[in-house]
């Protein structure tokens, strides 16, 4: 008996440390194996080695296919993502395989991450903006989050492609939340809001963005998102979970990474693929804690970098857990521009994580938007902060379209206010756009207009790319009403006065909206 204990104690042994050393290759996620080990199964995104560089083609082309044989009963759920990628459920034993398999480049747990939940405009300059004619009119921006409301009448018309990428785990009591019941759905309706309490947050981001002329009541002020003349392409990416909720609530939405990522990849598609203006990706949502970047522990590091080489900035909640020193994922990823979040008296929220990684700082304290069902609600947190750098950066895109993403990224960093985070003595800028279209050097009146072809092109490349869009709700976006620049007449003669600026000083040197 005794020899059989120490026999078993030197198996169990063994085993830790070949699980201690698969780690250690950080080739599979520790927090996998560790996943697998408490609930004999793990979600695992599987990132596959591309062909010559030890993986096989057949492999990397069908990875689903190719881990059905290669797993067999120690992994179920296997799907493919995209040539490259697949999500499964997987035992410690399948984990190991994976580990020891040269086709196999990385092996990521399948986090889940939750939502980060008419006067902050003002606070960051986007009237003025908008009286010299810069309203985003051409550019789109894509929430990836709960889905939106497209008939809401703050976005009634704002919507111009919708997306679901939504997953079922019955392991984790996670069921879709895509409109077909399915995991994916594209076209007119596919982001439509869940019915949770949750779901309202893709709605009251869209809002911030992109919402033109709301009002709560006959006698409140006009609302406007900052971008108020942009589109949205509503991209759902939460699941509806039964299990493991925040305060012991029966029910909850959250995201896996895995369907992030398929909508970031669907993002990629319609701007490479169909043309479409996407400017910004919004993603107001997060988990975990990092000190510093994640690159090489986060699967969505290789299409954020994508992105932001095609000039498409993907903007990113910093975190809402009160960090002084570190942020969310995938805001830690190194080419995410990182937003945290000031109170209308500009001073960083107690809520707001705060760090070197944080890249600017944006309104996010009891801001007022659109709410599923026709009406606005007040919400704070960074995941209202990151939709203000989002339609901040589809206004500048408008104003200056030769100019590159680090540019406009520059001009935000350069020109905004700064502010000391007083936990940690940081300091971040508070994006002000009027100085930010100053940096840019962007004529105060310039006009704001689609790029590409024009509105006719932009309403053919949505309706190509999402059947059953609303050709208004392109021709919207597109800014139907804006007069492109006319190419600058040749210096008039001396004697002839050359017209007013639009902005002009009185007599006390102050500057005039005209």
Known sequence: MKRRLIALACSLAALCAADAALAQSRKVDEAALTAAARNNRSRVIIMMEAPGSGGQQEAYNDPGAYLRTALGAQAVGIQTIVAGSSVAEVTTDGLRRLGNDTRVKRVFLDRVAKPQLSDTTRLMGAVPSWAGGQEGKGALVAVLDTGVQNDHPFLRGRVVAEACFSSTAASESATTACPNNG???????????????????????????AGLDGHQNSTSPRLDGVARGAGIVAVQVFSTFTSGCDGGAATCVASYTSDQLRGLLHVKKLVETDRMPIAAVNMSLGGGRHEANCDSESPLTEVVNDLARLNVAVVIAAGNEAFTNAIDEPACIRAAISVGAVDKNNVVADYSNSSQLVTLLAPGSDVTSSSVGGTFVEMSGTSMAAPHVAGAIALLRTAAPNRSLADIVGALRSSGVSVTDARNNLARQRIQLDRALAALNVPAAAASCPSEGGEADLVSRVTRSAPGADPSAARMAAGAACTPPAAAPAPPPAPVAPAPPAFTPDAGGRILIR
């Open 183 to 209: 995991r994916e759905m594209i076209g007119a309706g596919a982001a439509r809001p869940c019915t949770l309490d949750d779901c309202n947050h893709g709605t009251h981001v869209a809002g911030i963005v």
